[in-house]
């Protein structure tokens, strides 16, 4: 494939004597953006911060149009915290958030990334649909991958404006920042410069890891970043063989570079971190261990991301009798993206003027 000399890019280690309060968080597509989302809306709320809301009606920032100001409902005071999905515009982000503001966001292996992307959008059932074929799968259509989409965009010119949706199907994750589609040189551009304005790119499948190096960068209490999994596909959405697995890496190699590269952007900063931080790690798996047994009921729960999905994800009951000192946390950490925002819009409503 390829590789980076990173010597050079290797950051002094970030210091800081107070929490950060000021966070854009890029939320990427099944990439467990979702229980990152919760621990900020938790953050939020607990220190009655400013969360970016997106327009009424809107539980996003009307992606995958590119990010703009006029977006967001309630732009004075400058809102602390953004978190819900939006398509990075760095230009017009600067002009909404405060200068301290810290970027952060994650990203997935892309093969299991594009695999349960595929499923949770129903994808396929959205390309068949519009060729008036049955539900096409993900195997059939990295196979046909370039037959389907000339075909419908030929017969279908608005099939991206009426299906959103469909932009994904090629790099998603590079998408998402901001990018269209590229070749390898161009992306090893957009690679620099995604690298220059984030201060964090979270790895999924490091997922602790990730936390306590952001717990450490936002000067946050361990309990700050404990989580319960949000927004989990309910089923098995792995690819299905080691051929699916190998034509979805060949199909997104783009995403394939963005995410090598910050992996290992990743795992240059935990090595700097000294032993400390593997203590860490081990204290926030067992905080999760704990407030799991202290606040769920055992068994599955099945849940939706929201009214209009097909989707079906794991949901969480709490016990009846948690102690009082308790219930207000373990409540915040269930609490699902949609009604985190019912909940800052009221918030935001009661405080205005008049």
């Known amino acids: 494939m390829f590789e980076f000399n990173r010597t050079k890019k290797i950051k002094a280690r970030e210091t800081c004597s107070s929490a950060q309060k000021n966070i854009m968080f890029l939320k990427t597509h099944k990439t467990g953006s979702s229980t990152i989302t919760n621990i900020l809306n938790r953050f939020a709320d607990r220190h009655n911060l400013t969360v970016a809301l997106p327009m009424d009606g809107f539980y996003h920032f009307l992606w995958p149009l590119p990010f703009q100001t006029d977006f967001v409902q309630n732009r004075v005071p400058r809102p602390n915290i953004l978190s819900n999905h939006a398509r ?28 349960s992307l595929f499923q949770f959008m129903d994808l396929g059932g959205l390309l068949a ?13 990295l196979d046909n991958a370039f037959e389907i989409l000339s075909s419908l965009n030929r017969r279908y010119p608005q099939i991206l404006i009426d299906n959103p949706s ?14 269209d589609q590229s070749n ?5 551009e957009q690679l620099e410069v995604i690298s220059r304005k ?7 499948e490091h997922f602790d890891e990730s936390l306590i190096l952001l717990r450490r960068k936002l000067c946050w209490t361990l309990d700050d970043v404990v989580y319960f999994k949000l927004n989990q596909q309910l089923g098995k959405n792995e690819p ?3 051929r699916v697995r190998e034509k979805i890496l060949h199909w997104i190699k783009e995403d394939v570079m963005l ?31 704990e407030l799991s047994a202290e606040c769920l009921r055992t068994g599955i729960f099945i849940d939706k991301p929201y009214n209009s999905s097909a989707a079906v994800i794991y949901g969480y009951s709490l016990k009846p009798n948690i102690s009082t000192a308790l219930k207000l946390t373990c409540e915040r950490m269930v609490r699902p993206e949609m009604k985190y925002l019912e909940y800052f819009r009221t918030v935001s409503k009661r405080l205005q003027p008049g």
Do not use: C
Not at 166 to 179: A, E, I
Not at 198 to 204: A, D, E, K, Q, S
Not at 261 to 289: C, H, P, Q, T
């Open 88 to 115: 990075f515009d760095a230009k017009s982000l600067a002009e909404l958030l405060p200068d301290t503001t810290k970027y952060i966001s994650i990203l997935r292996h892309p093969a299991t990334q594009f695999a």
């Open 259 to 289: 995410y090598k590269y910050f992996n290992a952007s990743l795992w240059d900063e935990i090595k700097r971190e000294g032993e400390s931080f593997w203590n860490e790690v081990a204290m926030l798996r067992k905080r999760n261990r």
């Open 166 to 179: 469909l932009q994904l199907l090629r790099n998603p994750q590079l998408f998402d920042f901001g990018f």
């Open 184 to 188: 390898e040189a161009m992306t090893r």
């Open 198 to 204: 984030f201060n964090l790119i979270l790895i999924m």
């Open 129 to 141: 649909a519009n060729g008036n074929r049955k539900s096409i799968s993900l195997e059939y259509f």
């Open 240 to 242: 299905t063989s080691a």
